[in-house]
């Protein structure tokens, strides 16, 4: 079975800085395009970053550019969010999910991590 | 950027009844559309992609249709752990983003 396993996640200050790991198993994660979504608190769904499976081809939400970098080890089958300058309105529960054939969409998603950003 | 707007934000409805929930893209998407559940507590879950095709195990009773700007996720016969909130997502080509909607929450009547 297709697991996604979330860590990393805690409080932080702002200004702050924290590192989000997933580790994949039960499948080819070599082969697959992988993503994070986060979801603040009482509120909706929110695309973060992605990386091709090389990890050669990367995205970013506008409000992460700058601050956030994704990144994977497919030796390790573990995919990262380096997370830097963290503000207030960061504080969410990141998921990673895994992108499907099309990489249009995500067919497995971790359980998530929360992350909360205060003082 | 490509916005998505559903409604209506709650729907309420008695278990055995239809539901029906409706999805708009701002500019046309072609059929790049899915439909996802969460539960309370829990991850998404992927239901529809494609805007029609269902997800692997997925009952029948789910069913997604529209193409260009509308689509619509029908539920023939709500059963009682398909009370959740429910999200449409679309993908644009340039610049690569994924875009959700701001979900309808079905509720038990």
């Known amino acids: 079975e297709v697991q996604l396993v979330e860590s990393g996640g805690g409080l932080v200050q702002p200004g702050g800085s924290l590192r989000l790991s997933c580790a994949a198993s039960?499948?080819?994660?070599?082969?697959?395009?992988m993503n994070w979504v986060r979801q603040a608190p009482g509120k909706g769904l929110e695309w973060v970053s992605y990386i091709s499976s090389s990890g050669s081809t990367i995205y970013y939400t506008d409000s992460v550019k700058g601050r956030f970098t994704i990144s994977r080890d497919n030796a390790k089958n573990s995919l990262y969010l380096q997370m830097n300058s963290l503000r207030a309105e960061d504080t969410a529960v990141y998921y990673c999910?895994?992108?499907?054939?099309?990489?249009?969409?995500?067919?497995?998603w971790g359980q998530g991590t929360l992350v909360t950003v205060s003082s | 950027e490509i916005v998505m707007t559903q409604s209506p934000a709650t729907l309420s409805v008695s278990p055995g009844e239809r539901a029906t929930l409706s999805c708009r893209a701002s500019?046309?998407?072609?059929?790049?559309l899915g439909w996802y559940q969460q539960k309370p507590g829990q991850a998404p879950r992927l239901l529809i992609y494609g805007a029609s095709t269902r997800a692997t195990g997925i009952p029948a009773r789910f069913s997604g249709s529209g193409s260009g700007t509308e689509f619509t996720l029908t539920i023939s016969s709500l059963q009682s752990e398909d009370f959740a909130v429910y999200y449409c997502q679309q993908y644009n080509n340039w610049p690569p983003t994924w875009t959700f909607g701001q979900g309808t929450k079905v509720e038990i009547k």
């Open positions: 999910a895994r992108g499907d054939s099309s990489g249009f969409y995500f067919d497995f």
């Open positions: 500019q046309s998407i072609s059929s790049s």
């Open positions: 039960a499948f080819t994660f070599s082969s697959y395009e």
